[in-house]
């Protein structure tokens, strides 16, 4: 003859009551994942600043300086200008250091990235 135990709701009702307790307790310890801000450190705005800086990566230096191009801007030639060269400092200040288009053989429009060192 086989025997069954009979059922206890109870025990089930305290032991789910328990694991929600256990659950609970878990995630207000967990540390808050703190959320991320973001903030613009230059507006381009065209001729004679850079413009469209879409193209390629940034370079950070030890110092906490940016570099990087914009395919725009600058003192060129160009319609809007030829592009340049710019570096955003650590305090956030932008400077151009080079614009491309000055001369009949100088580059124009750069696309991609500096070449880190």
């Known amino acids: 003859m086989r025997r069954t135990l009979p059922s206890d709701p109870a025990g089930t ?5 328990l694991m929600l307790v256990i659950l609970a307790s878990a995630m207000a310890a967990a ?3 703190q ?5 613009v450190l230059h507006a381009f705005q065209g001729p004679p600043d850079g413009f469209d800086p879409i193209q390629g990566s940034l370079i950070l230096d030890a110092k906490g300086n940016l570099y990087g191009v914009t ?3 600058g003192t060129g030639s160009c319609s809007g200008g030829c592009g340049t060269v710019f570096e955003i400092s650590s305090t956030g200040a932008e400077s151009i250091l080079y614009s491309f288009g000055a001369t009949a053989n100088d580059g124009k429009y750069p696309y991609g990235s500096l070449a880190g060192c």
């Open 13 to 17: 009702s305290i032991t789910k009551l």
């Open 31 to 33: 540390a808050p994942t």
């Open 35 to 39: 959320a991320q801000n973001f903030s």
């Open 71 to 73: 395919s725009l801007g």
